[in-house]
């Protein structure tokens, strides 16, 4: 099985890359996140015609969530059902025995900010969403736009961002206390000294060629289905497309022979 995530900074701009890649790449599940557009919007017929099954939770201009699959998922859950819910930002899907999660964390703007607490308080909520519904030996695939790069491999100039948003210790805290519960980082599983970003901001010049990212996409696992991962990595390609999301698209494999 083939499960992939991509932050697609607008889903209705970013068709043609979307389609391209996955006729291309023919991933089993796919989780997208920042679709910004309402349910209502979605687009369902293209992708339907692409060959894919779409589960989704979206809202007006601003962040949004969806799972793409090949085959019909067999449960699927949106938002924690409390106060957290006010933005589209989780959604949860059963294949069989199998879970896949897709979350996009705040981004917390600045580690001043209102934003920047609400961002813990939101990894916090989620740690919580994991011990109430499952137990750490569950088949569980948890993948998304974190917002959060964990190590100094995963951001360009680790001396000079540290402590800034998306690469600050509070939020290194919070995020390993959700890996704590019983997660596995996949990516960095099968390419433990890597140093390759899944993010690029646009407002860098030539940011892919030269290196200057952030790996703040990921795909985490429960240790039985790290167990039945063979692989993982970032597919830099899409994002020198014309049109590009800022971020691109990480993958993993697992064997559930």
Known sequence: MKIASFNVNGIRARMPVLVRWLASEKPDIVCLQETKVQDADFPVTE?????????????????????????????????????????????????????VVNTYIPQGQDPASEKFRYKLEWIARLGRFFSEGFLPADPLVWVGDFNVAPSPLDVYDPQTLLGSVCYHPEEHRALSAVERWGFVDIYRRHRPEDPSFSFFDYRVPNAVKRGIG???????????????????????????????????????EFDLA
Not at 220 to 232: L, P, Y
Request: charged share 25%.
């Open 47 to 99: 992708l339907t015609e692409a060959g894919y099954q779409c589960a989704y939770r979206g809202q007006k201009s601003y962040n949004g969530v969806a799972i793409l699959s090949r085959v019909v998922p067999e449960q699927v859950d949106a938002g924690f059902g409390d106060e957290f819910d006010k933005e589209a930002r989780l959604i949860a899907a059963r294949f069989g025995g199998l879970w």
């Open 214 to 252: 952030w790996r703040i996409d990921h795909i985490w696992a429960t240790e039985s289905m790290a167990e039945k991962s063979t692989g993982a990595w970032i597919d830099l390609e899409p994002r020198t497309w014309e049109k590009p999301s800022d971020h691109t698209f990480i993958l993993a």
